[in-house]
């Protein structure tokens, strides 16, 4: 009686570790697609919470069927990431269709990796790699944010250099 206890115990433990994978993988995506949804940018919110949970989902599931369909004693034997492994054919195809090519300008080229960026966390954190996965995303912001600011001064010092160079041009015409 006390082993099916624990049975159930260690049972309820795994499921809760996988709902939390979920729960931590959603908030992260929302976290990333919280960002792009305030720079007004194709993909927001639910597109990143979406392909995050997507991966960590799919990520368990390769996981933990591997450790249900498989018997060392039968010659059976499942790769565990052979699954997750698929993900990133499916990630390069959706990041694909938010690349838009107008002239020589290129948009959504950031979205594109971001999405791929949200998968890798969908991975990490299916996987349980919580800590790497979490200090990913933090750092990833934070420099994206200072990355922002950097970019952002580099346009002003340009728009000022045009107007510069276009009051110069009337002044001797």
């Not at 940018?41 to 949970?53: I, R």
Request: hydrophobic share 45%; charged share 15%; aromatic share 8%.
């Amino acid at each position: 009686m006390e082993a099916l206890q624990v049975i159930y115990e260690q049972h309820v433990i795994m499921n809760l570790e996988m709902y939390l994978r979920v729960v931590i993988s959603a908030v992260l995506g929302m976290f990333i697609g919280w960002d792009r949804s305030n720079r007004n940018k194709p993909a927001g919110l639910k597109t990143y919470m979406y392909v995050s949970v997507a991966c960590t989902l799919i990520t368990l599931v390769s996981i933990y069927s591997t450790k249900l369909y498989s018997s060392p004693n039968s010659g059976t034997m499942m790769d565990p990431m052979r699954l997750a492994a698929q993900i990133v054919t499916g990630l390069g195809f959706l990041g694909a269709g938010v690349i838009l090519k107008d002239g020589l300008q290129v948009k959504g080229l950031t979205s594109a990796a971001m999405i791929f960026f949200a998968g890798g966390i969908g991975i990490g954190i299916g996987a349980g790699f919580y800590g790497i996965v979490i200090f990913s995303v933090l750092i990833s912001l934070a420099l994206a944010r200072i990355s922002q600011r950097f970019e952002d001064n580099q346009h002003k010092r340009l728009e000022n250099s045009e107007k510069t160079n276009s009051i110069k041009q009337q002044e001797v015409g």
